[in-house]
């Protein structure tokens, strides 16, 4: 079976960086988009970041030129690097993408990690 696994979160001050990172294994024919969104206490989740297999990235306005995310192909691992941190980022991290199993290669599946958290303290 084919999963994503986070990991990098944690609490730091305002103004502090994170490195989170999200890596997919099993029997993987290709990966194709990938992406961020998190959800803070009480509100909807939100797409954060997206990355296509060829390295184009969107972005929310909101965190646009202080988190970067890149993905490395060869390690099947998409990371989100998170500088300047605000308060107001604080919320539960997933990582998702969009993967087309070796067992049904017809096909491209949505899959969704189990969540890191992340706090930012003021």
């Known amino acids: 079976q084919v999963q994503l696994v986070e990991s990098g979160g944690g609490l730091v001050q305002a103004g502090g960086s994170l490195r989170l990172s999200c890596a997919a294994s099993g029997s993987i024919f290709s990966i194709n988009t990938m992406g961020w969104h998190r959800q803070a206490p009480g509100k909807q989740r939100e797409l954060v970041a997206i990355i296509t297999s060829g390295g184009n990235t969107n972005y929310v306005d909101s965190v646009k030129g202080r988190f970067t995310i890149s993905r490395d192909n060869a390690k099947n691992t998409v990371y989100l690097q998170m500088n300047s941190l605000k308060p107001e980022d604080t919320a539960v991290y997933y990582c998702?993408?969009?993967?087309?199993?070796?067992?049904?290669?017809?096909?491209?599946?949505?899959?969704w990690g189990q969540g890191t958290q992340v706090t930012v303290s003021s």
């Open positions: 998702n993408a969009r993967i087309t199993t070796a067992q049904a290669i017809s096909r491209m599946d949505t899959l």
